[in-house]
């Protein structure tokens, strides 16, 4: 049996961290991964999937999910066995993170820290996963009663160049925050960039909390809090689904919980507010 598997493109780091474990899971299994990338565009995705389908692929696995993706639509009317990672449309087949816990998770750590003032670089909202995760960041906000403050949420993409963008906003702020939720470990990486360039310390004057756990974190000059995803457990329950369809009773939408990793870039609060830069 061969899989094909479409992802936005392998030069992410987490796109190509769950491709491999994907292969990895079809290997275990005497399986065949086949991968198709994309830029990000329906018509790319279209694209890949009639190139893999052509190849005789048995099904496919898709981590291109969107707000304005119609593909599900068209495979399911085709009789196509597919089936989402990473990202959901809410009613296909789905084997992704608990981002909403994981969201929650990252801003709690930061209150339990001592921070009230807790920025979020969002992500796009076109992706489930983004949505997830700020929508956790909601919910701890609302466990200490503070109201969300649209000064604090900056939408993003998933770049380190959009994370450096977002993190400036933040800080130029008249009340910056003192502690920010970046839902992706790119976009942290920008924010470091951005906040050493103010003249800022992470994490004596700003702490920092991303989202993936890719491997070059902890090779930082100051390691990366963040929230480490099981792309293994994410890649396995995709294939099971792929491979049993709805033939088994089953949650649709079937979800990984994210681990917490506390490194050096978070810390206590010192109470102080900044002045913005």
Same mark, same amino acid.
């Given at each position: 049996?061969?899989?094909?598997?479409?992802?936005?493109?392998?030069?992410?780091?987490?796109?190509?961290?769950?491709?491999?474990?994907?292969?990895?899971?079809?290997?275990?299994?005497?399986?065949?991964a086949l991968v198709a990338t994309t830029d990000e565009?329906?018509?790319?995705?279209?694209?890949?999937?009639?190139?893999?389908?052509?190849?005789?692929?048995?099904?496919?696995?898709?981590?291109?999910?969107?707000?304005?993706?119609?593909?599900?639509?068209?495979?399911?009317?085709?009789?196509?066995?597919?089936?989402?990672?990473?990202?959901?449309?809410?009613?296909?087949?789905?084997?992704?993170?608990?981002?909403?816990?994981?969201?929650?998770?990252?801003?709690?750590?930061?209150?339990?820290?001592?921070?009230?003032?807790?920025?979020?670089?969002?992500?796009?909202?076109?992706?489930?996963?983004?949505?997830?995760?700020?929508?956790?960041?909601l919910r701890a906000l609302g466990e200490q009663g503070?109201?969300?403050?649209?000064?604090?949420?900056?939408?993003?993409? /998933?770049?380190?160049? =959009?994370? +450096?963008?977002?993190? #400036?906003?933040?800080?130029?702020? !008249?009340? @910056?925050?003192?502690? &920010?939720?970046?839902?992706?470990?790119?976009?942290?990486?920008?924010?470091?960039?951005?906040?050493?360039?103010?003249?800022?310390?992470?994490?004596?004057?700003?702490?920092?909390?991303?989202?993936?756990?890719?491997?070059?974190?902890?090779?930082?000059?100051?390691?990366?809090?963040?929230?480490?995803?099981? /792309?293994?457990?994410? =890649?396995? +329950?995709?294939?099971? #689904?792929?491979?049993?369809?709805? !033939?088994? @009773?089953?949650?649709? &939408?079937?979800?990984?919980?994210?681990?917490?990793?506390?490194?050096?870039?978070?810390?206590?609060?010192?109470?102080?507010?900044?002045?913005?830069?």
């Amino acid at each position: 049996m061969t899989i094909g598997v479409i992802v936005p493109r392998l030069t992410d780091t987490v796109m190509a961290m769950l491709y491999e474990a994907i292969a990895r899971a079809c290997g275990r299994t005497g399986r065949i991964a086949l991968v198709a990338t994309t830029d990000e565009q329906v018509e790319g995705e279209l694209r890949a999937a009639e190139s893999l389908l052509q190849r005789g692929v048995d099904g496919l696995i898709l981590a291109t999910a969107r707000d304005d993706d119609d593909l599900p639509d068209i495979l399911a009317k085709r009789g196509v066995p597919f089936v989402l990672a990473l990202r959901t449309d809410g009613k296909s087949l789905s084997s992704i993170g608990d981002d909403r816990l994981g969201g929650y998770l990252a801003t709690r750590h930061l209150f339990d820290l001592g921070h009230r003032r807790i920025g979020i670089i969002a992500g796009p909202g076109y992706a489930s996963s983004a949505r997830g995760r700020q929508e956790g960041y909601l919910r701890a906000l609302g466990e200490q009663g503070i109201g969300p403050d649209p000064d604090l949420i900056v939408d993003s993409t /998933f770049s380190i160049d =959009a994370g +450096t963008d977002a993190a #400036l906003t933040l800080m130029r702020l !008249s009340s @910056p925050p003192t502690a &920010i939720f970046a839902v992706n470990d790119n976009t942290a990486m920008g924010a470091i960039s951005a906040l050493l360039n103010l003249g800022l310390r992470v994490p004596e004057d700003v702490s920092l909390v991303g989202y993936n756990d890719i491997p070059i974190l902890g090779c930082l000059p100051t390691p990366l809090t963040t929230l480490r995803v099981s /792309f293994d457990q994410i =890649a396995m +329950t995709a294939l099971d #689904l792929l491979i049993s369809g709805r !033939s088994r @009773p089953c949650e649709p &939408i079937q979800m990984a919980a994210p681990t917490l990793i506390p490194r050096r870039s978070t810390m206590a609060n010192a109470g102080k507010e900044r002045p913005a830069s």
